[in-house]
């Protein structure tokens, strides 16, 4: 059984690893977790954009703004 840990510290552990970012809206970036801040801002690299499931675009870096967040989960790229 693994270790509960508080949100803060799964973040701090999966910057510079993959995760899948969802918004309020439904679509799905999946990239590398460059940094966020107390706001939720996130930055991403090697960042792909997934609307129903499906690859729309491909971006360099992308910065996303923490109010449109719905949750950050980690992703096997």
Partial sequence: MSKRQNPAEF?????GKPVV??????????????????????????TEEYNNGQLQNKYGDAFIRGNNVLYISTSTK
């Fill in 11 to 15: 973040l701090k552990k999966v910057i």
């Fill in 21 to 46: 970012v969802k918004l309020n809206s439904g679509v799905d970036y999946r990239g590398i977790l460059a940094c966020l801040d107390g706001y939720m801002n996130i930055a991403l690299e090697q």
